[in-house]
């Protein structure tokens, strides 16, 4: 593996070593809050309720709740991020002024391999979160919560569903991150340029 190589995995190595510590710190914290509720429980002079033991409860629920909330956040910052770490590299490595993905997987080759399956999903999962676009509820529905979003208007007086539903619905998973970083890893410059062998030999 060349430097080249190297260098967009590195980036993405480091990406995913952020993410991953910032994820592991959330369920730690969401962990710790479970098992003190639990410990609480099994007290003997354990009473749901006496106000002080309430107020303690409805406290650890919601430091549970917002780990939940945090490791959303994080989820979807991350996935942005990723995003925008291949555009710039894919602009970058294949000298395109503003990032096409169209443009992109044209100039695929042994020099810049794409996983366009995973580098497509990605970029739908992005524009869900930046622009609320239902591309990706189309093709993947199982991946947003429908309670959340409304049904077609049975006449114009009534509004359907905006971007804000798509964004608010849409549930992205550990493994649709995990997924994610494997096909931009899977992506890239492969660092074997023609002029290598030449530059090898002289």
Known sequence: MNWVRFSYLNGVSSIERAYRESIRAFE?????????????????????????????????????????????????????????????????????????????????????????VGIDRLRQIVNVLKHGNDELVRNEPELFDPSLIPQNPPNESEVGPEAFHYRSAFRLSAA??????????ASGPSGEYPDDEENEAS
Request: proline fraction near 1%; hydrophobic fraction near 40%.
């Open 176 to 185: 649709d991150l995990d997924a994610a970083f494997v096909a931009v890893k």
């Open 28 to 116: 730690a914290e969401g962990a710790k809050s479970e098992e003190r509720w639990q410990r609480m429980r099994s007290e003997p002079d354990f009473d749901a309720d006496d106000e002080e033991t309430r107020h303690h409860a409805e406290h650890l629920g919601e430091i549970a709740l917002q780990s939940e909330q945090s490791i959303k956040a994080v989820r979807e910052a991350f996935a942005l991020i990723l995003y925008h770490y291949w555009e710039h590299q894919a602009c970058f490595h294949l000298s395109i002024t503003r990032y096409n993905q169209d443009k992109v997987f044209d100039r695929a080759s042994d020099f810049f391999k794409i996983d366009k």
